[in-house]
């Protein structure tokens, strides 16, 4: 701009210098006018490209909340969920992100519930309102999913929950709770079924059946169910003891009252230490009669760690095997990733991350009510979206998915052998009559 | 017409058309008619929604109450079913429980959770579908107002509430449990999911965007469609709304009643509550205007456009009719402005129609007919009257044009000498102001008017005798004085009697006339005496027959002759009776005599010089002048020759010139004295050395000493003569110049390492060459022999040792450097500096130092040669040297070379770059006398590669060559070389090994013995001295065959 000015005033020769002086005068200001206008320019620009940066970095991710117990009891089951997420979310994103967003990443904040309903809720209202979440994915606790759920509800935000069984979790009229996991109902009809199709399998049949669960959500709700199954098809509860997990230490005197109305079978809905003691317990007891759980300790690998040959001969209804068809790629790479075998949380939180990112593709946007009417009309039919050993995935009007399929895994010599229904089973019912 | 126009103006101003008042009238009517219609019809419609709008909202708030009423009256009945047919209270404690949970999984979902209460209010089952109550977990709830109620055996149905932590929205039952006595031993209390309830009531439609919400009894917010929404405002007190102020204030006329507010999402909206039967609590309905109100809106744009659409339709409509009125209207008046402003012609197209406007539009054209007919007879009279007057005033006119404007005086005078009648011509021309000042000053004619009284009187005697005067000149007298030369026409008017009236006539001016012939005479006069009195001689001769008509008497005199004998002499004649000869004494012919060619051709002669002969036979040297006489067009009418004798000074200047000769000569005997004796000087300080040295040597012999100290001196004398000798051979070759393109940075480059072994190292040689190369076209060897000679001479001017300097860059000299530098022209040049810090010169010495000969060496150290054939080769390339010296500061020369064409430039460039420096990596033998040459060869050969052996002698070569002459690829062999020398030398080099490949190197060129010696066998030759890429390439060449 200088070197311009500089020729408009040289330019002029001394014949016409009134006129040529003036030009050059007004060209100067002009130029200087230029000048400023061009440096407001620049301003207004490089403040644009900083916002636009910031735009750009927003429009580049989508921010998602992971609500699991990373600490506590239950930590390494909030782990095995948490790591689910971390490899679907590192699988999207290294293959391009969401491209209907133009390759927006995800971005996941991952965040501690220490196992407590309130701390949970709490970090809800963090996530959604500091954080500025699009949605989150929770919790692997009923008790902690049915107040955070509630949070999200009221700040609208989608809630994905992976694990947790309690019904009330889509029975409350919540817009915006999905789940992934079967709800309590549906546990107790299979493992009703099972109990029942114990016959077939091995010859055993089973009238007398105790009920033995922990005493919140989780195990109130399915206990609930199982026995309305059990009356429903004639069988006896004989027993329904329940109690405290947390910080439990000794269950001896629960078991002692469960044998003691001599079941041809236990149902029980544990948690991870609980499930232990009482695993022992009923070793010590000698108690032959199958034992049946909820997807609960049982499902564990820490479950086998810790019993060793004790775990040998346990039941638990399963929502997920590694075993299973879809199951053995997934953990394959699973296992590349975090040295350990997958669980059923892992490939719940993994597939729900899957489901949120369909949902995204097609609505395209991070509003949280699009995305909402987006998850609602979830359909993923067979394949690569699909880890889980179903036929399809839905959501009801509740927002509970319709088709969770289940089946009944017996651990056989330290590994978690699907044994019912048939069209998975791998190993063959397993009982000490 | 003036009031016409001022009127038209003022309409223009603030008009208010007939046009624009229909128009503006219609849309006043239509408008005014449609949003009175409009208006009307908007408020019947506007109170009819509304009525079906409360209406309807009535009815939703009915349907939605009885909705929930039914509900939580389903859930109290099925939970009173459930008492009535469960004999809870005989029950042990854990049929109990199953019982409670029973009908908690066979209600699922309704109930979601149940507690029994024995009298005192203590908790002794509680079974929930979330948590399984252990005993120490159950507690007293005798505070409770559902189980004081209950207990009274009410049934309590409690506010809508979120169950506990679970975000389930229930309402809490209290019913008594009675035992078989009809007593009542406990209370049940159940949560009712009403979750459900709200999804059935989001069913029902309420318009598109109407909704419910239920308050409770103090006004709170407690339910709605949207969970998040009771999330958010449970609790939040809406008592600011009006249909719900209406519910708490309980007054039962105002049930139905509709209202319009601001309702719970922020909008405007109309609004009914309806209280919930069987409960405190009461739903209210609301709908946004926008929507209830929709059709009216609608309605009311639907209006307004139809509006304008109308005011629209008026204006154009107005706008048509009143053009069809006005139209013809504006047509009139315009007609009659015309017809005002006096147009007739134009004729006025009238409005053929059958109503009043056509009937005044026919009687205007009637009217406009009969006007113009009227207008036409008029103006023909008129025509005639003035072209008559026109006429008449045109005859007149041209008289008295004639009077006024004529020349020459025009006048009539009585025959008793007055005067009559005067122009203004005569007036002026008697110098007198106006015809009045004439009249007064002039009574009498005869004796006033006319210089002699009697004139006038033989005038009238005249035209008594003849009838008139006609060019009678006469003299007359002027009013300051003086007469006035005038011709005088003049006759008598006389009347039918023949008696004189009076005379008339006219007066010419001829003064002037008169003076001219006098002045014309006297001119001529004094013309014809300067030719007379002329020192030359001067002829003139008339074209075209060359008749001489004039020759004043020096012409006379020249030519020794009487006038007779020369005028009136036509060319047949001019020839012998001139006797001309041309300096060479060759008769000159007739037809290139100056005169004839000027005359004939039109030729101008100038000092031209001739012999004429006069007629005594003696020679006169005369130069000659002729020139053609030409008339106002152009035409040759005469010639002039013009010629003067000068004998006496072409005799003196003869004897000039032979001085001059003489002068020239002498100079020239002087300088080859000067150069023989420049020569001849330093050749006896030569001879004188020698044979002093070999007197000294003689003796030492005669005495048995070594005399090798005095042959040394011998031997270095008589190199000094030929180094002489070969300074004058170059001088003697500059006429062989080849110019070919040279740059003129690596010539530099080249001799300052040729430069760095030959001068003392005292000396720092510094280079300060332009980036770019200098190119001209130049002799490079010349070049470089200036540059040697330079840095010689700055050598010798610096014995202390001391800088040089050598500068190249390219300059542009103008015009103005080059008026100060003659020797010069303008234009791009290369410029060679090359600077010293030695002695420097004085300004006479300066003036000096390009002379041949002129040297300040002491005697013996140099011929003085050495700046003249630098200047001579300088100029040679069409360039320039100068020096610039003062004694004590050094000199600086500043050479000029023309550099080379941009077009020249840019092929001479591709040839220089395409000579890629070739090299080698054979074993070279060079083999020379010279330090230096072996020194600079050695570095030149070697930075290409090369491996190089040097030897001083032929000797020494054929020593070396004996021994490693199988590693030699090639010798490099300098001819003129003490010892056994170069021609020998290559004899024997052949003679160890025929095959051997030498590469002559001679300051001779390659003619006579060193031609014969290159035919013995030498591979190739080389010029010495050698440009590095001269030898590069030659060796290359020679190596490669």
Not at chain 1, 292 to 299: E, F, H, L, P
Not at chain 2, 89 to 103: F, I, S, W, Y
Not at chain 2, 301 to 322: C, E, N, Q, R
Not at chain 2, 866 to 886: D, M, T
Request: charged share 20%; net charge neutral.
């Amino acid at each position: 701009l200088s070197a311009d000015q500089g020729k408009q005033t040289a330019g002029p020769g001394g014949g016409y210098i009134s006129i040529l002086e003036l030009e050059a005068a007004a060209m100067q200001t002009k130029g200087t006018i230029w000048a400023s206008l061009l440096c407001v320019l620049i301003l207004l620009l490089s403040a644009l490209a900083c916002q636009e940066d910031q735009h750009a970095h927003e429009t580049r991710v989508v921010k998602v909340g992971a609500l699991f117990p990373l600490s506590g009891d239950l930590k390494d089951k909030g782990v095995d969920s948490a790591n689910g997420v971390r490899l679907a979310v590192e699988e999207i994103n290294s293959s391009g992100g969401i491209a209907s967003m133009d390759g927006a990443k995800l971005e996941v904040v991952y965040v501690d519930t220490k196992g407590k309903p309130s701390h949970g809720a709490s970090e809800v209202e963090r996530l959604i309102s500091k954080e500025g979440v699009a949605a989150i994915i929770g919790t692997y606790q009923s008790s902690v999913t049915k107040q955070a759920t509630q949070v999200a509800e009221r700040l609208e935000t989608p809630f994905i929950v992976s694990v947790s069984i309690a019904d009330i979790i889509t029975e409350r009229g919540f817009r915006y709770t999905f789940r992934i996991q079967p709800k309590a109902t549906f546990y107790a009809r299979d493992q009703v079924q099972f109990l029942r199709d114990l016959k077939k399998l091995a010859g055993y049949s089973v009238q007398r059946v105790a009920l033995l669960h922990e005493n919140t959500d989780f195990g109130t709700s399915a206990a609930l169910a199982q026995k309305r199954d059990l009356r429903k098809y004639g069988m006896q509860v004989v027993a329904d003891v329940s109690y405290k997990a947390e910080g439990v230490a000794n269950l001896d005197q629960e078991v002692a009252q469960v044998l003691a109305a001599k079941p041809d079978a236990i149902l029980t809905v544990t948690y991870l230490m609980d499930s232990v003691l009482i695993r022992k317990a009923l070793a010590k007891a000698g108690a032959a009669a199958p034992m049946v759980d909820t997807a609960g300790g049982t499902v564990s690998p820490e479950y086998i760690g810790l019993l060793g040959p004790l775990a040998n001969g346990a039941f638990t209804v399963a929502e997920f095997s590694k075993f299973a068809a879809g199951g053995k790629k997934l953990n394959e790479r699973f296992k590349r990733h975090f040295k350990v075998d997958i669980t059923g949380d892992s490939a719940h939180a993994y597939q729900a991350v899957l489901v949120l990112k369909e949902a995204l593709e097609r609505t395209g946007s991070r509003d949280k009510a699009k995305l909402r009417d987006a998850l609602a009309s979830t359909d993923i039919g067979k394949g690569d979206k699909l880890v889980l050993p179903s036929e399809r995935l839905r959501f009801d009007k509740s927002g509970q998915n319709e088709f969770a399929r289940l089946f009944v895994m017996q651990i056989q010599n330290g590994e978690l052998v699907p044994v019912w229904p048939a069209q998975y089973a791998t190993g063959k019912v397993k009982i000490n009559k | 017409m003036t009031n016409l126009k001022g009127r038209s103006s003022g309409d223009g101003v603030r008009r208010k058309s007939l046009a624009a008042q229909l128009t503006w009238l219609s849309i006043l009517v239509v408008t005014v008619t449609v949003l009175a219609v409009g208006a009307g019809l908007i408020f019947i419609a506007a109170k009819n929604q509304r009525v079906s709008a409360f209406r309807l909202q009535q009815l939703s708030a009915e349907q939605v109450s009885r909705l929930i009423s039914s509900y939580i009256g389903g859930a109290s009945g099925r939970l009173r079913f459930f008492l009535d047919n469960t004999p809870l209270v005989t029950l042990p404690l854990h049929r109990q429980k199953t019982a409670l949970e029973n009908l908690l999984i066979t209600s699922m979902p309704l109930f979601s959770q149940v507690t029994f209460l024995d009298e005192k209010g203590n908790e002794t089952i509680k079974v929930s579908r979330f948590h399984t109550y252990l005993s120490e977990e159950l507690i007293n709830q005798a505070d409770s107002e559902a189980f004081n109620l209950a207990l009274k055996g009410g049934t309590y149905v409690g506010p809508v509430s979120f169950l506990g932590n679970t975000g389930l929205l229930s309402v809490t039952l209290a019913m008594p449990v009675k035992a078989p006595t009809a007593e009542i031993s406990g209370v049940l209390i159940a949560a009712v999911n009403v979750s459900h309830l709200w999804q059935e009531v989001s069913n029902i439609k309420i318009g598109k965007t109407g909704y419910a919400y239920l308050v409770d009894m103090n006004g709170h917010f407690v339910a709605y469609q949207k969970l998040a929404k009771v999330l958010q405002r449970h609790g939040e007190d809406m008592r600011r709304m009006l249909p719900v102020a209406d519910f708490i204030a309980s007054r039962r006329d105002s049930i139905g009643r509709v209202h319009e507010y601001v309702g719970l999402v922020g909008e405007e909206v109309i609004g009914v509550y309806a209280p919930v039967a069987g409960t405190s609590w009461a739903v209210v309905i609301e709908q946004p205007t926008r929507e209830a109100y929709a059709s009216i809106i609608n309605m009311g744009k639907y209006l307004l456009a139809l509006a304008f659409a109308g005011i629209v339709a008026a204006g154009v409509l107005g706008f048509l009719i009143s053009r069809r009125i006005v139209g013809p209207i504006r047509a009139l008046t315009a007609a009659a402005r015309q017809f005002g402003a006096g147009d007739l012609e134009t004729e006025f197209v009238g409005v053929k129609r059958q109503d009043e406007v056509g009937v005044l539009s026919n009687a205007f054209q009637i009217m406009q007919k009969r006007l113009h007919d009227l207008y036409d007879g008029l103006k023909r009279k008129l025509a005639e009257l003035e072209a008559m007057q026109k006429a008449l005033h045109e005859s007149e006119e041209k008289y008295r044009s004639i009077f006024e404007n004529a020349t020459e005086g025009i006048f009539q005078t009585s025959p008793a000498g007055r005067i009559l009648s005067v122009n203004p011509a005569f007036i002026k021309m008697l110098g007198y102001d106006s015809r009045r000042d004439l009249m007064l000053g002039v009574k009498d004619i005869s004796a006033e008017l006319y210089a002699r009284s009697e004139d006038r009187e033989e005038i009238l005697k005249i035209i008594e005798r003849d009838g008139a005067i006609e060019e009678q000149e006469v003299e007359l007298r002027h009013k300051g004085g003086g007469g006035i030369h005038c011709s005088m026409n003049a006759h008598a008017v006389r009347d039918g009697t023949g008696d004189i009236i009076y005379f008339e006539g006219t007066v010419k001016d001829i003064t002037l006339k008169k003076r001219a012939e006098e002045e014309r005479e006297s001119a001529w006069s004094m013309l014809e005496a300067a030719i007379n009195q002329s020192p030359s001689g001067i002829v003139i001769a008339d074209a075209p027959d060359g008749t001489i008509r004039l020759a004043n008497p020096q012409a006379m005199q020249i030519r020794g002759a009487s006038k007779q004998s020369l005028v009136n002499i036509d060319f047949s004649q001019h020839s012998a009776n001139w006797q001309i000869f041309l300096p060479d004494g060759a008769p000159c012919p007739p037809e290139d005599l100056p005169l004839t060619k000027a005359i004939t051709k039109g030729e101008t002669t100038v000092n031209q010089a001739m012999i004429i002969r006069n007629q005594q036979g003696e020679d006169r040297w005369i130069f000659v002048n002729a020139a053609p006489i030409k008339n106002k067009v152009g035409e040759i009418t005469s010639g002039i020759v013009v010629f003067q004798d000068v004998t006496g000074l072409k005799q003196a200047e003869d004897a000039k010139g032979k001085l001059e000769a003489q002068l020239r000569q002498a100079q020239k005997m002087e300088a080859i004295g000067t150069l023989a004796g420049g020569i001849a000087h330093d050749f006896n300080n030569i001879l004188s050395a020698i044979m002093g040295y070999g007197e000294l040597a003689q003796l030492a012999a005669g005495n048995g000493e070594d005399s090798s100290r005095f042959l040394d001196q011998i031997v270095k004398a008589a190199e000094r003569a030929r180094g002489l000798v070969k300074q004058m051979l170059t001088f003697s070759r500059r006429s062989e110049t080849e110019l070919s393109p040279v740059n003129i940075n690596e010539l530099v480059s080249h001799s300052v390492m040729l430069l760095k072994h030959t001068i003392p190292k005292m000396i720092d040689i510094q280079t300060n060459l332009s980036n770019d190369p200098q190119l001209v076209e130049a002799d490079a060897t010349q070049i470089e022999q200036v540059i040697m000679n330079l840095a010689n001479n700055a050598a010798d001017a610096m014995p202390d040792g001391g800088k040089l300097v050598f500068e190249t860059k390219a300059v542009s000299l103008d015009e103005e450097y080059v008026e100060n530098h003659l020797e010069i022209a303008p234009g791009s040049y290369v410029l060679l500096s090359v600077t010293d810090t030695g002695q420097g010169m004085d300004a006479n010495t300066l003036v000096r130092i390009f002379d041949p000969f002129f040297t300040t060496k002491e005697i013996g150290k140099g011929t003085g040669l050495g700046l003249s054939s630098v200047f001579g080769i300088i100029k040679e390339h069409g360039g320039h040297i100068s020096c610039y010296s003062e004694p004590g500061l050094g000199a600086t020369f500043k050479i000029h070379l023309p550099a080379m064409k941009a077009s020249l430039k840019d092929m001479a460039k591709q040839d220089l770059s395409a000579q890629a420096v070739p090299g080698g990596h054979e074993k070279l033998l060079l083999v020379d006398d010279e330090d230096a040459i072996r020194g600079f060869g050695a570095e030149v050969l070697e930075g290409a590669g090369y491996h190089v052996a040097l030897a001083a002698s032929g000797e020494e070569a054929l020593e070396l060559y004996g021994r490693i002459g199988a590693e030699i690829d090639l010798v490099i062999l300098d001819l003129g070389m003490p010892g056994m020398g170069g021609h020998k030398c290559i004899k024997e080099l052949l003679a160890l090994n025929p095959g051997v490949k030498v590469l002559i190197a001679s300051g001779y060129s390659a003619t006579g013995k060193v031609a014969d010696t290159i035919k013995q066998g030498a591979a190739g030759y080389i010029a010495k001295p050698f440009r590095r890429i001269d030898l590069l390439h030659t060796v290359r060449k020679v190596m490669d065959g």
